[in-house]
Structure formats: structure tokens, C-alpha cells
């Protein structure tokens, strides 16, 4: 069941853009990165770095290490501190790590001890802030090449750096992909394997665990069409609607159909992004018998009307969705 819920959140995360860039250097060298409102991410394909979040053990990271920064938190990326001498600390502007097809002969690193050479990137999702399960993300995710139980993971990462030294016709293009399903992977991965007893509020990830919960929930994302009741769906999972709806808030952290709704509101934007469906027949698909109280919902999520957002995410979009 929880597999089918998971399934269900991450069709309807899409990523807007991605921009990559390599970068290389010889200690020392250090990078501060301000805060924003995107997810970054750093793979390194050799030697060692140090990544330093506020208030967060310094990451330690080498070869075939990816972190990735959901929240894109303010950071400071340098070279080791045994390869860091205690009166030089060179700097580069963060914008070198933000440049599209940053080539490695503009700041070249000499051949020898403390080398490091990255990809790093940033990505921005479509409307991430709207999804419920962002908050659960931590402020930083790191996977070992070497020793996580992902052996694809180091292989990958050589590839997308053969891609990118190749210049070949589509090389950007395949890498900007690559690494976009590299931090799709690793959002997946901590949600899939995050401890529910370490949440310290509510939320539908823990309740997955629970049975009856969490078969409720994978009703409500499989069929959120269906014109759902708190009663039927307590029927469905064998428990009285009073003790059914108590559970479902004390460990969801909300009401039944409240969630239903974010569902359904999820749903509709992601179809209003990836297809040409009219207004009218998202609002029939995902469970609203009137356009008008479509659009009331849509607007008290999102902030806007159904055809605002659609050409707000798909520039071209026809001005009235009919």
C-alpha cells in the first residue's frame, strides 16, 4: 500500500528546470552559497570535499558521494580541512557553480593531492512549496557511492562526467536529465526508508504504517475521484466512522477529507501542467460534480485560478480553459 501512495505523490512532482555545471579546483578553495528557493545538489566524481550547513555536522564527501539540498539552505562547499592551509582561504564567486556548461579550462586544478572535480546543479520543482510531503525532507541528504546499498549510484555519476567532458550533440541535455533523476532518487530513497517513529508530528508518511490508516490512504490517492465519505471510508477499512475519523487525525494530522482534497488538488495541477484537458474535465476526474466549486478549491490551494496556473506552468497555454 505505501508503495502505491509514493507512487501516486511523485507523478505529480515535476521539475520546471535544472541547470548543471563542473567545477574543479586544488585546495584550498571554498564556495558559499546563499540561500534559495531551489533544491541543490553536488555529485563528486573525484577527490574529497566538505559541505557546511548551518547548524549541521560538517558532510564529509568523496568520489561517488551525492548530497543533495531539498531546501536549498544557505552552504559553504570547500576542500577537506587537512588540505586547507590555516592562513589561505581562496575563494570562488558562488555563480561558478551555477553556470550552464562551466568548463573545467577556465579555472583549471593542476594535477596532484587535494584535486577535487564536482557536478553540481540546482533544480526547481513545479509549485514543491504545495506539496505535503516537502516539510518531511531534511535540510540535507547525503548517499554514499561506495557504501550504500545503491551499486548503480558511483557508475552513474562516471557517466554523467563522460557525458559531460564528451561535447557531444545532446550531452547537456542527457546530463541535465541524469541528474535530475539522481535527486529524484535520492528524495525517494529517504522518504521510502524514513524511520515514521523519528517524526516528531503527525503526518501521512507515519501513518502509511499503520494498517487500516494507511490502507485508508491508498484509497483515497488511487480513487480520489470517488465522491468519499468519512463513513465509507471507514466501512472500507472495517472500523466505525467515529473511531475511524479519531485515528485517521491523530495520526495523519488532519481530517479525512481535508486530505482528500490536497490529493485532488494535486492531481488537478499536475494535469493542468502536462496535458490540454479542459477545466471542466479535470474538475469531473478528480471528484467535483461543478466547474465552479472546482475552481473555488483550486484557488483557495494554489492562489489562483485553474487557467491562471496553467499559463503560469505552461507558457502557450490558451487563455480560457474551457
Known amino acids: 500500500m505505501s508503495q502505491d501512495v509514493l507512487s501516486d505523490v511523485f507523478q505529480t512532482l515535476k521539475v520546471s528546470s535544472a ?150 550533440l545532446g550531452a547537456e541535455s542527457l546530463v541535465t536529465r541524469l541528474t535530475d533523476l539522481l535527486v529524484l532518487q535520492v528524495i525517494r530513497e529517504h522518504l521510502v526508508n524514513l524511520d515514521a517513529s523519528s517524526l516528531q508530528a503527525p503526518s501521512w508518511l507515519a501513518a502509511l504504517s499503520e494498517p487500516q490508516i494507511g490502507a485508508a490512504l491508498a484509497l483515497l490517492h488511487e480513487r480520489a475521484g470517488q465522491a468519499w465519505t468519512v463513513a465509507a471510508l471507514a466501512r472500507c477499512v472495517g472500523m466505525s466512522r467515529s473511531a475511524f475519523a479519531a485515528r485517521f487525525v491523530r495520526l495523519v494530522g488532519e481530517p479525512p477529507l481535508y486530505y482528500l482534497t490536497r490529493v485532488r488538488m494535486q492531481k488537478a495541477a499536475a494535469m493542468l501542467r502536462d496535458g490540454w484537458v479542459s477545466t471542466a474535465q479535470i474538475a469531473e476526474s478528480v471528484g467535483y460534480v461543478s466547474d465552479t466549486a472546482f475552481c473555488k478549491a483550486f484557488k483557495r490551494a494554489f492562489g489562483q485560478s485553474p487557467g491562471a496556473y496553467r499559463r503560469q506552468v505552461k507558457p502557450g497555454a490558451p487563455s480560457v480553459a474551457a
Open 19 to 168: 541547470l548543471y555545471g563542473r567545477f574543479e579546483a586544488r585546495a584550498p578553495w571554498e564556495v558559499c552559497v546563499h540561500e534559495t528557493d531551489v533544491v541543490r545538489f553536488y555529485a563528486v566524481l573525484e577527490g574529497r570535499c566538505r559541505l557546511e550547513v548551518p547548524a549541521l555536522a560538517p558532510c564529509e564527501l568523496s568520489a561517488g558521494d551525492l548530497v543533495v539540498l531539498p531546501h536549498g539552505s544557505q552552504h559553504t562547499v570547500c576542500a577537506p580541512a587537512d588540505a586547507m592551509p590555516s592562513l589561505v582561504r581562496a575563494s570562488y564567486h558562488h555563480s561558478v557553480l551555477e553556470a550552464q556548461k562551466f568548463s573545467a579550462e577556465q579555472h583549471p586544478a593542476p594535477a596532484g593531492a587535494g584535486v577535487v572535480r564536482l557536478v553540481s546543479g540546482r533544480i526547481a520543482f513545479v509549485q514543491s512549496g504545495h506539496q505535503h510531503w516537502w516539510p518531511l525532507l531534511p535540510p540535507l541528504m547525503a548517499m554514499r557511492g561506495r557504501s550504500h546499498a545503491l551499486p548503480w549510484l558511483e557508475s552513474t555519476l562516471r557517466f554523467i562526467a563522460s557525458e559531460a567532458d564528451s561535447g557531444q
